[in-house]
């Protein structure tokens, strides 16, 4: 989930032309954090995530200069003559332009690691159609990075245009015209550089949002920070000059075509004139310039390069493991204990860090297991095990329900419909709280989702989550679109059972949604009705107004017109396997949890000298037993099991993409340890004859 | 002192080991063994000619077609194509009469600077100039793995299912307790070096292959005799092939992989197909990998005189540099705590000690001893038996320790050339707590002719220990060591105090300890 955002960026960051401070004090001063300096959590985003964020960003200052090095011996580089250039550069990296420019990049770097600070997410982002993605693109957060890229980039064509020199280094010259008079003219290869560095940047923030690149994936394997940035470095050089190779192609195609309008403007607006006597260069001839080409490449590698350096960085730093109390002495402290952590919802990187510390500690520690199998010291209550199982067994619970609902859905409709579930992970930590771990089979209905009706809405609200979601994503075409959940979005009645009470359209209209026509016809959009439309139908007998027979009526008129149009139909078409990664978005919690429970379980056997394991291993086999179950009917849904495209030389981490795999597997080695180590004992834990049923099968290896 | 001169005399010939009850190895003779052997179940026998074998051809191929002249443009890209870099160099420069003179001379140039490059880096790494089958063969456990039709061999970690990889590139899987045999084959499944069932799992097996590693997942339920390629998942990283080796981690949610060709070793997450590679300078790739029971270290030797013991928490690593050879073999102690292994070229057997990381606070050093203990020495040894002189001992090939501690098996290579030189398989007793023991049990020996190519351990056998031994002449046997254990060790859990040994019948030559560890 996406940490605190403070709306939006003060304006005064961007035309920091950068001096260093300017950003700094932006940078603490639109700390966003501080919404949350009053609630408990807070603490640690204010002392962990911001010092490794600052440390990370620290890092990435210090390995600029080295870095400039290479890109300006790169950039200069003469094969004749190799001594001439090294002392050339060695005399440009001493001079003043250089060190003023080396200024404006570390400002560069600085507002890079804010933004990543900023906008980093430890669950990803899935769009589930096209339009959601657009939805996503256009979101006005997205508009406002991409145009903080896009004056980074320019900054940085600047800076290479200075460093690389020679034709580049200045905007103006004076030269003469046909005519004989002397004038400044435009010097259109920087221009080039400049208008390269926006579109680079442009072009990184918006396939960050293609490839989810804000997305920050924590590693099964565990290393030092050094070891494992040493191991990604070659990855990311490729990856920038891959990256860069087809960022300049396209921006030679893009100013070819439309160069000569930035061209045009730039010499109204510095008021000089273009020179005549040279060719242009948005010409085929300008463009095939070998030199050039070469430059806009090497520059883009080292603007891709210094970026990705700080992503990568800023990912190892947060991601590296934090290693919470199990429980503390003093009474102040408590708040940051792991069993107190572990139940908080927000920020969403600390319940992450806190499942992490836990699976580690259940595999690897005794000394820290022992504490969690303490009792308190008056009373003699196992707290610690008490809280921590009860908030992994909510979380298994929570995902079960979603499963359970995704499925029911899918199958009332007799078929896998085009579903989109952009907003589905909304409910993971929202429901997580309210479901409880007794009565683990029957669903309830506490999937309490907030109605992110409208960018409008959302944006009026103040919506403290995830911005970031389409803001166009058709929510009624979510599984949890049933009349259940419309129900429950519904303001009136949000507390109406399961199945119950007449869902009449007017409800549904009262909804503030800027697509819902559209979106809910077209996503389907095919002869046989969607389901919403069909639960609607169903239920409608009952009260057949006429306005909503004449509003059935429109719908269908419009679906069908939209229907037939093949752009309409490409936007709104569901991407295949979509629903099911959204499904398992934030997946990695679940894994830890079933992780740390089997861990503990294990070592109950021996370590548990109370006992305290021992009263809730029937819920806990129970619980992880109707996930393997529900996991199980899940994978046989089309496309739930077929593997995604590997996607190389992309900075986004694309493991959420098989993190369902990776929960199965988890979840058959979990259940898989508890009767390897118990063995015949379980045959005396009280469960129904169906679970006894399934857990014989583990025991005889037949899973 | 050669530790096998206590060892009782290797068997007649015609006589061959059918178990160890009452601290003696037990023999028969061939013909009732034979009978035996045929009513168990699980004793297999593969004849050679029974395995149709595919000739291989994809290269050789070419011949068949008749030459055609083509265009320079067409030949060198077709270069490109099937040699790379050196390929289009190679046609450039054999058509000097096409181009011109300047690109004919700077590519013959080029040509000879690269092979000049790797002819240098070659002779630094001389395993990476052999061929793929060579190179498998030669850092195989498998002894003479290129002529075995058992190639590979694994023991589910908890039930009594095994797989076998054969020489036609095929794997069956049996199991004493279904009647269908399923068969593996795959497009991508050649030269199988080695395979292992992941464990916690029931169907997951990984197989380590010549250009890549593929995990099947086998239903045990499922009654399909042929499963479908699509019940495997492909592992591969550009630049790791062949795959030598490879180790589930013990809580089966990792799996690392070695090759030679590779100085990185991979650690897969294999549901979600993700590989670290974890590199570190020198060595030149990584032969053989063997995780720790415990889970906490992962030995891995390269080609070159260079181990490293790996601590899987953080995943650093400890070097350890050999006198003589690369390690060629190790297996670890059933707690983890203690590592034996054998260098080429050497006939002894060294242990390291090892403490738990988990135990401790610190993971940085997590080895007591700086430098390895010699705890058996193995060098030639001649018996005099009815048939002749007979010389045991030698080079070891691959080492097994049971899961109990309590019995380890030495595979020595011999000399299959030379007469009365043959590869056997020496046991011996073992014990860890309260010290390090080992004392001599004898030798298991096959039907004449027939030596021992590899050998395992079962991994939960009931009255002992039992060890199955695939045989030069296609058959796999399994030679059962009766015995009560001390304490059925579980990982990760401190079982009960463990009760002193049974020594029931000391034998005269049994109660000469080879080993013992002094505790300082």
Known sequence: ?703 | MSSLALFPPPLASGLTTLCESNNELLSGSTTEDRLKQDSSPLSLYFPRESLKLHSRTESSSKAAFLDHSETLWMRSAAAWRDGGFTGLLTEIKNSHTEVPKWLSVSSGCILALLQRFSSFHDSLFPHLTLSCEDMIAEFSQVLNWSDCVVRAFAWHPHTDKFAVALLDDSIKIYNPKSATTPTLKHRLQRSVAAVQWKPLCASALAVACQNCLLVWHVDPCSLSTRPSSGCAQVLSHPGHSPVTSIAWSPSGSLLVSASPMDTAMMVWDVASEICVPLQRVGGGGVTFLSWSPDGSHVLASTPSALFRVWETRMWTCERWPCVKGRCQSGCWSPDGSRLLFSVQGEMVIYALIFTNPSAGVSTSTSSESQAAAVVADLSETTFNTPDGNIIVGGEIQSLAWDPTGERLAVLLKGDSQAAGRPAVIAVFKTRTSPVFELLPCGFVQGEPGAEPRMMQFHPNFGHGALLTVCWSSGRITHVPFYFLSAGIPQFGLSGSPSAPRPQARPADFANQSLFTEHIS
């Open chain 1, 1 to 703: 989930m996406h940490v605190a955002r403070s709306g939006k960026l003060s304006g005064k960051e961007f035309d920091s032309r950068s001096s260093e401070e300017i950003i700094v004090t932006v940078f603490l001063s639109t700390n966003p954090y501080k919404m949350f300096s009053t609630q408990q959590s807070s603490w640690f985003i204010r002392k962990v995530i911001c010092w490794r964020a600052a440390a990370s960003i620290a890092w990435a200052v210090l390995l600029l200069p080295p870095t400039t090095a290479v890109f300006v011996i790169l950039s200069r580089f003469s094969l004749f003559h190799p001594i001439h250039t090294i002392s050339e550069c060695f005399f440009l990296l001493t001079s003043a332009s250089a060190i003023f420019s080396l200024i404006l990049l570390f400002g560069v770097i600085l507002m890079v690691g804010f933004l990543n600070l900023e906008y980093y997410s430890v669950i990803p982002t899935i769009p589930c159609s096209k339009i959601a993605l657009l939805g996503h693109l256009l979101h006005p957060r997205q508009l406002l990075s991409s145009l903080a890229h896009c004056i980074m980039g320019v900054i940085v064509g600047w800076c290479c245009a200075i460093t690389i020199g020679g034709r580049y280094e200045t905007l103006g010259f004076s030269c003469t015209q046909t005519d004989g008079s002397a004038q400044m003219c435009l010097n259109e290869y920087q221009v080039i550089l400049l208008l390269a560095g926006a579109f680079f940047g442009f072009s990184h923030s918006l396939l960050g949002v293609i490839h989810n690149m804000n997305y920050v994936a924590f590693h099964t394997v565990q290393q030092y920070k050094y070891l494992r940035f040493k191991g990604s470095l070659p990855l990311v050089v490729k990856c920038s000059a891959t990256q860069a190779l087809y960022s300049v192609r396209n921006f030679i195609v893009v100013y070819f075509f439309v160069g000569y309008i930035p061209r045009a403007w730039m010499c109204k607006t510095l008021n000089l004139e273009l020179n005549s006597s040279v060719h242009q260069l948005d010409s085929v001839a300008g463009l095939l310039d070998l030199s050039l080409l070469y430059h806009l490449w090497i520059s883009a590698t080292f603007l891709l390069f210094t970026w990705h350096i700080t992503l990568l960085l800023f990912r190892i730093f947060v991601t590296e493991v934090y290693s919470f109390p199990v429980q503390s002495t003093f009474t102040e402290d408590a708040h940051q204990c792991l069993p107190k952590v572990l139940t908080d919802k927000q920020p969403m990187i600390v319940k992450f860090l806190a499942l992490q510390d836990l699976a580690l500690l259940s595999q690897h520690s005794p000394s820290r297991r022992s504490e969690v199998f303490s009792l308190s010291q008056p009373g003699g209550h196992p707290h610690n095990w008490n809280a921590i199982s009860k908030e992994c067994l909510s979380l298994l619970t929570d995902l079960t329900q979603r499963l359970v609902v995704y499925h029911d859905t899918v199958a009332t409709n007799g078929r896998a419909k085009s579903l989109s579930t952009g907003s589905e992970r909304k409910t993971s930590s929202e429901s997580s709280v309210t479901s409880g771990t007794e009565d683990l089979m029957s669903p309830k209905p506490t999937l309490l989702m907030k109605t992110p009706a409208s960018v409008f809405a959302r944006s009026v609200a103040g919506h403290p989550q995830s911005p970031l979601t389409a803001p166009f994503t058709p929510d009624l075409d979510s599984p949890f679109a049933s009349p259940a959940l419309r129900r429950l979005t519904a303001p009136v009645d949000q507390c109406s059972p399961w199945f119950g009470s007449v869902q009449s359209p007017h409800v549904m209209r009262r909804g503030p949604k800027l697509w819902s026509t559209s979106t809910d016809s077209q996503v389907n959009g095919s002869p046989p009705p969607s389901p919403a439309s069909v639960t609607s139908l169903k239920q409608e007998p009952s009260k057949p107004s006429l306005l909503a027979k004449f509003l059935q009526n429109r719908k269908e008129q419009v679906k069908n017109f939209l229907a037939k149009r093949v752009l309409i139909m490409y936007l709104f078409n569901k991407l295949p396997e979509a629903s099911s990664q959204a499904l398992f978005a934030d997946s990695q919690s679940h894994i830890w949890a079933l992780e740390g429970m089997s861990y503990l379980v294990q070592a109950s056997y021996s370590e548990d000298q109370f006992g305290v394991v021992q009263t809730t291993l029937p819920s806990i086999l129970g619980c992880m037993l109707v996930l393997q179950e529900a996991v199980d009917r899940h994978f046989k849904l089309p496309h739930a099991s077929s593997k995604p495209v590997r996607s190389g030389g992309s900075m986004g981490d694309s493991t959420y993409k098989t993190l369902r795999f990776a929960l199965r597997a988890t979840l058959k080695t979990a259940i898989y340890r508890i009767t390897t180590t118990f063995g015949a004992h379980l045959n005396a834990v009280q469960m129904s004859a169906e679970h006894r049923k399934r857990l014989q099968q583990f025991l005889e290896y037949k899973e």
